[in-house]
């Protein structure tokens, strides 16, 4: 009887290793590793990233996304569209429109040092994979409280690591990557704009990438997390004349 339950014991451990390995998110079964380096990958994926790589462009980091090493959290297309806007359905154009200012109609207008201030919110030092960060429970962040980490801009970040619940176990189920931007460095608990990861660990020849998750809720739909920021900023350094060579 006592070898039955031993025997029984040790499948269930493999069935639930197995299960693990199943929701493992990692950057999927795909092959992670891209022949070029980062700017060449964001160029290579116009969707969704076509307007992103254009962004390094105007910010002055074709350089940096081409040979510096660092982990970039990739926001899509999408977060710029919505962060842009119209006059009529939201975003930066209707808050300048209703401040009596132009709107943006091309995104040279925008200076290249705010391009750069906010692309850096995504960007950290060093090559970091999911497995290189810890684990973060949102709901006993006390327990598990992932960690504090210093974007390239200056600005805080929590980053870690959700494991999912599986067969009624908690944290043997998926694991999930997530980037969530701390608006006030003095207060590292309140007002957390969380970004799920919805591909990580993909790499290029310098560097890693993690592909942010687009979604309607506080901080994954603008660029730079905050909007307010984004549109005090523009607003206040202006727009410049759209340059057609571009």
């Not at 970039?72 to 209703?98: C, M, Q, R, W």
């Not at 692309?119 to 960690?147: C, H």
Request: aromatic content about 14%.
């Amino acid at each position: 009887m006592k070898k039955l339950i031993f025997a029984c014991t040790a499948l269930l451990l493999v069935l639930n290793a197995c299960k693990r390995d199943e929701y493992y998110r990692d950057g999927g079964l795909a092959n992670p590793n891209f022949n070029g380096n980062m700017l060449q990958y964001l160029q290579a994926k116009k969707v969704p990233f076509d307007t992103i790589a254009q962004i390094v462009k105007l910010a002055g980091m074709e350089s940096t996304f081409s040979n510096e090493d660092f982990t970039f959290f990739a926001p899509d297309d999408e977060v710029i569209k919505k962060t842009i806007g119209t006059a009529k359905t939201g975003g930066l154009n209707n808050f300048l429109f209703y401040s009596g200012k132009d709107t943006v109609k091309t995104l040279d207008q925008i200076s290249p040092v705010i391009w750069k201030r906010y692309l850096q919110r995504y960007m950290f030092k060093g090559v970091n994979k999911l497995k290189d960060y810890q684990q973060i429970d949102f709901d006993v962040k006390s327990v598990y409280p992932g960690g504090l980490y210093y974007s390239l801009g200056g600005n805080i970040s929590n980053i870690g690591v959700t494991y999912g619940t599986a067969n009624n176990i908690k944290y043997i189920g998926y694991r999930q990557l997530n980037l969530t931007y701390i608006p006030d460095a003095s207060k590292p608990n309140d007002n957390w704009y969380i970004n799920k990861v919805a591909s990580s660990d993909i790499k290029p020849t310098n560097g890693v990438v993690h592909t942010l998750a687009y979604n309607e809720t506080r901080g994954g739909a603008y660029f730079g997390f905050n909007e307010s920021d984004f549109f005090s900023d523009v607003y206040f350094s202006g727009l410049t004349p759209s340059d057609s060579s571009k």
